[in-house]
């Protein structure tokens, strides 16, 4: 993954936390998102809102109490997750370009592609 568009990720969501009256989001923060989110592939326990509970259906897997665990509250991943951005841009723009919202992301993720993945003949 890109290194240089975490920081372009961070700088688009605080903006948008920042323009919603929301605190900005450190690195620290951004991290135990994205450790959530993948947390929250690996097992289903319906909705988000259950991640936070603290009570157990019994016969299921323990609810793991997100907040307990990483100190984020689900007040402030959901509003992590609404303000989510990959990019700045403005309202003329995207109008005008539907893709502008990933296009620097897909950009920077190729340009490592082509340091990192050499194409060859395959033998």
């Not at 948008?16 to 690996?42: A, D, H, R, T």
């Not at 909705?47 to 984020?72: F, K, Q, V």
């Not at 951005?85 to 502008?100: C, E, F, G, K, V």
Request: proline share 6%.
């Amino acid at each position: 993954f890109p290194m240089a568009m975490i920081q372009i990720i961070l700088d688009a969501t605080t903006a948008s936390l920042v323009g919603n009256q929301q605190k900005p989001i450190s690195k620290f923060e951004f991290f135990q998102f994205i450790g959530i989110i993948v947390y929250m592939s690996l097992f289903d326990f319906g909705d988000r809102r259950s991640w936070w509970t603290t009570t157990n259906t019994p016969g299921r897997l323990p609810r793991p109490n997100i907040e307990r665990m990483c100190a984020m509250t689900r007040h402030r991943f959901e509003a992590i997750l609404s303000n989510l951005r990959l990019s700045s841009y403005t309202d003329t723009q995207q109008q005008a370009n539907p893709w502008i919202a990933i296009d620097p992301f897909v950009a920077a993720f190729n340009a490592c592609r082509a340091v990192v993945i050499f194409a060859g003949a395959v033998a």
